[in-house]
């Protein structure tokens, strides 16, 4: 039975996206309510107070749906069903109302391409060449040949229960001489992909995003779309069917109102985040220029006042996330450097695009030492300065991070000059201001290490300075008339060392010589002459 739209209004007055910081959340490692060491559904409600202090509009939750990994949760074995770790249908929904309540939309990753391989209907496909649900995968009697996706084989012989091997899919040793019976998996053994153009396999994912935009999702984040149809060992990554369907896929979470869906595309982001096809995608190009400019790279500065000439403005931007491809924890990849870091957040904060905060990010939480892969990034949040963070009361599943006795909310909240109230006041001036939401990219220059750009939307007009060098600096303001009056929304300190709060004394703006001390941000409201 297809699921209709039964509860086809707004839950919440504004759609997130166009702009409002999100916060990215995995569940297991942000607060445990019941003192089993996993994070849950309760404990993220308990803290939904600090969010809307920080000041974001959106929650991404890495998979939230039932799964085999007992970790990151993209192995998915229930596309229907809250992992039991987490809670229950019913925790969702009340995280939905309070989360709503607050104005905070809350969306959660949807993983389509591919399924555990515990997910029942592949048990069934396995078990019987016959199933009905056979055909929701993808199979070769014989090893299908040439394929090589990131260094590895995605065929896998089903016979030999690959899905048990412990190493790198990379590793897997060859199936026997004349081997029979072969599955299709992008990411490995354990997640085989369906196959897309099985109409039920679609139709099942379809029914499951009605399921959730039903219960009141606010939208999804669409994992790994590009790899969602192959066409052959060569064509298998963004193949023209696979863009079709993120298309699909968006209207029909947008034919339910206010809802938002943003895209992983690595391959080719700016393809993804237009309207045609996702409507939002992370901006995984633009990212390494935003990490890069804190550090002296003036080619990154230049880099970045070009992206946004050309990049649709649903891109979204971020410092790192769960994923160690895209980089370390934001404190790792700084050295701890803090005002670099906050050079980064008022970069991305400020920018054109929708943020989305790596949880933990708002205090500079450090990454986890002595753990392989992607486990030193997905460490527990950082709350206090109790045992394990204030995370748990139970055992943690992971270890606090190394710096958790300073870098945490409580004790960054009591801190002026911390990187928590850095990120509050960079969100307060985004919240304030619809021109910095989402406002045009106009005039902005690069000049050595310095940027400027201004934002404009309906009357209101901002601009923005960041000298990223470690010198004093006067630059040229392009785009301002002798006559516009300007009044200083924020500015910090030299160094970053804190803000200063904008006073009668506050230095004046000179277009053609305008002074940016070392390592700071000013933040204007131009005004045409009266
Ligand atoms: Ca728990
Ligand atoms: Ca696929």
Not at 28 to 48: E, K, P, T, V
Request: glycine share 10%; aromatic share 10%.
């Amino acid at each position: 039975m297809p699921i209709h739209c039964t509860h086809c209004r707004p839950f919440i007055r504004r759609q997130p996206g166009s702009g409002r910081a999100f916060i990215e959340i995995f569940v297991r490692a942000y607060q445990d309510s019941d003192g089993d060491g996993i994070g849950d559904l309760r404990g993220l409600i308990s803290r939904l107070d600090h969010l809307h202090q920080l000041g974001v509009r959106g929650i991404w939750l890495m998979p939230v749906t039932r799964s085999a990994d007992r970790d990151h949760g993209y192995a998915t074995t229930d596309f229907r069903g809250v992992e039991p770790d987490y809670g229950t249908l019913a925790d969702m929904r009340e995280l939905l109302r309070q989360a709503h309540r607050r104005g905070i939309g809350v969306i959660m990753d949807y993983v389509i391409n591919h399924g555990s391989h515990e997910f029942p209907p592949f048990q069934a496909a396995l078990a019987d060449a016959s199933s009905p649900y056979r055909p929701w995968f993808l199979w070769s009697q014989e090893a299908p040949k040439g394929w090589d996706i990131w260094g590895k084989n995605p065929w896998y012989h089903a016979a030999s229960k690959p899905w048990t091997f412990e190493g790198e899919w990379k590793d897997l040793p060859a199936p026997p001489p004349g081997a029979q019976g072969f599955y299709f998996g992008t990411f490995g053994a354990n997640m085989p992909d369906f196959n897309l153009r099985h109409a039920p396999a679609l139709r099942y994912h379809l029914d499951s995003l009605r399921f959730w935009m039903n219960l009141g999702l606010d939208g999804v984040r669409l994992d790994a779309v590009p790899h969602m149809v192959e066409n052959s060992a060569q064509d298998w990554n963004d193949q023209p069917e696979s863009r079709a369907l993120t298309k699909q896929l968006q209207d029909l979470v947008k034919s339910y109102p206010k809802r938002y869906t943003v895209c992983e595309a690595t391959a080719s982001p700016e393809v993804y985040g237009r309207a045609d096809v996702c409507g939002g995608a992370f901006a995984f190009s633009l990212i390494p220029h935003i990490v890069a400019a804190p550090k002296g790279d003036a080619a990154a500065v230049r880099a970045m006042v070009d992206y946004w000439k050309s990049a649709p403005p649903g891109m979204a931007t971020f410092l790192s996330n769960h994923d160690i491809f895209a980089g370390q924890r934001a404190w790792d990849q700084f050295g701890a450097n803090e005002a670099r870091y906050k050079l980064a957040a008022s970069t991305y904060l400020l920018m054109p695009g929708t943020p989305f905060i790596y949880y933990g990010e708002e205090v500079g939480q450090a990454g986890l030492p002595g753990l392989k892969g992607d486990l030193p990034i997905r460490g527990p949040m950082s709350w206090d300065t109790r045992p394990h963070a204030g995370f748990t009361k139970g055992t943690p599943f992971r270890a606090a991070a190394p710096n958790a006795a300073t870098h945490n909310v409580l004790a960054q909240s009591a801190g002026t000059r911390s990187i928590l109230r850095h990120y509050r006041d960079m969100l307060a001036l985004r919240n304030g201001h619809p021109s910095i939401a989402r406002g045009t990219w106009e005039h902005a220059f690069a000049d050595g290490l310095v940027m400027g750009f201004q934002r404009a939307l309906g009357p209101e007009r901002t601009l923005v300075l960041i000298n990223y060098g470690q010198a004093h600096r006067e630059v040229a303001l392009p785009g301002l008339g002798a006559s516009s009056r300007a009044e200083l929304l924020w500015a910090s300190a030299p160094h970053m060392a804190g803000r200063l709060i904008p006073t009668a004394s506050a230095p004046a703006l000179r277009p053609t010589a305008h002074a940016l001390p070392a390592q700071s941000v000013q933040v204007w409201r131009i005004s045409p002459a009266s």
